[in-house]
């Protein structure tokens, strides 16, 4: 196969002008293992504690470029599953939700599969991650000062553009957290459920991020090197970083190194290589939460 030929985007047969990223551009983000190191929380939350986190993936595979071809996408595994992992060791329940509770989508292709931690944690979230709650549910259930998720996480991949941050539900969910001083933790793509913040608020009131710094992947490798290396098979319809910078935010980060930062009760990583530090830093920012708490 030709250098030229290597970096083409590869059909997905399932959807007519939908594409895989190109065998040459997995080579540069595609390992597989990760670097997890372990997940030791001696202060973990004990079995049946009341603390849990709401996980809200994508369930819209096909995400639509700027020239109508589809990405073929969905949640990146890595930036789900090591997060959900941490988590997990420390103790949290995760409730795992999508829009309407259709699967969720996984960029399986992306998958590290000699890493034995996360096809462990897969395992043991596959069905719940198979047969989600329906986000509109659980909103519909009340949420209050006492609902017990102290967290909601938002994974990343490029899947996480589809239908969350156009989401009114999903608005109501973030304005509820802040309000609450409960935790957002997502990464990068994943900030982009930010925006939902912004529709439906109530009148005259501002954006709950205006002003916050977050780390989220870098508007400048979606307009490059993605489309030069045949990762995205064309420009995006839209950027994150721009469409979150223009309600006030922030991006903090120009590379993906595995950054992570904390800006007030927002904890936000640049990209694939930050889940296994976004894990640990909220995992051990939500233990001792509620040890202040107690």
């Known amino acids: 196969m030709s250098n030229s030929e290597d970096r083409k985007p590869v059909a997905d047969q399932a959807e007519d002008d939908a594409w895989f990223p190109s065998p040459f551009s997995l080579t540069q983000y595609v390992g597989p293992k990760t670097d997890f190191d372990g997940a030791d929380y001696p202060n973990a939350q004990k079995k049946g504690g009341n603390w849990k986190i709401l996980v809200i993936g994508t369930q819209e595979r096909y995400l639509k470029m700027a020239d109508g071809k589809f990405f073929s996408t969905g949640n990146h595994p890595v930036e789900m599953l090591l997060p959900m ?28 599969k000699e890493d034995e931690a996360v096809k462990g944690i897969y395992e043991t979230y596959k069905q719940k991650m198979r047969n989600p709650l329906a986000l509109s549910d659980v909103w519909g259930n009340g949420f209050t000062k006492d609902t017990p998720y102290i967290g909601v996480f938002v994974p990343g991949g490029h899947g996480a553009l589809n239908g969350i941050p156009q989401s009114p539900v999903v608005g109501n969910i973030l304005r509820w957290a802040d309000a609450n001083k409960r935790y957002l933790i997502t990464l990068c793509h994943g900030p982009a459920c930010m925006l939902a913040a912004d529709l439906a608020k109530p009148a005259g009131e501002k954006f709950i991020y205006d002003g916050y710094k977050i780390d989220v992947f870098p ?32 991006p903090i980060n120009e590379k993906i190194t595995g950054e992570t930062h904390q800006d007030r009760y927002v904890l936000t990583g640049d990209s694939p290589l ?5 894990g640990k830093l909220a995992a051990n920012t939500l233990l001792k939460e509620i040890e202040n708490m107690s």
């Not at 400048?220 to 979150?244: C, F, H, Q, R, T």
């Not at 930050?274 to 976004?278: C, I, R």
Request: charged fraction near 20%.
């Open 274 to 278: 930050a889940s296994n530090n976004l």
């Open 85 to 112: 992992l941490h988590l997990h060791e420390a103790g949290f329940e995760l409730d795992i939700a999508t829009l309407t509770g259709e699967p969720v989508k996984l960029e399986m292709w992306a998958f590290p």
């Open 219 to 250: 508007d400048s490798l979606d307009n490059g090197a993605n489309i030069d290396i045949g990762y995205i098979p064309g420009k995006m319809s839209w950027l994150v970083g721009a469409e979150l910078k223009k309600l006030g935010v922030t």
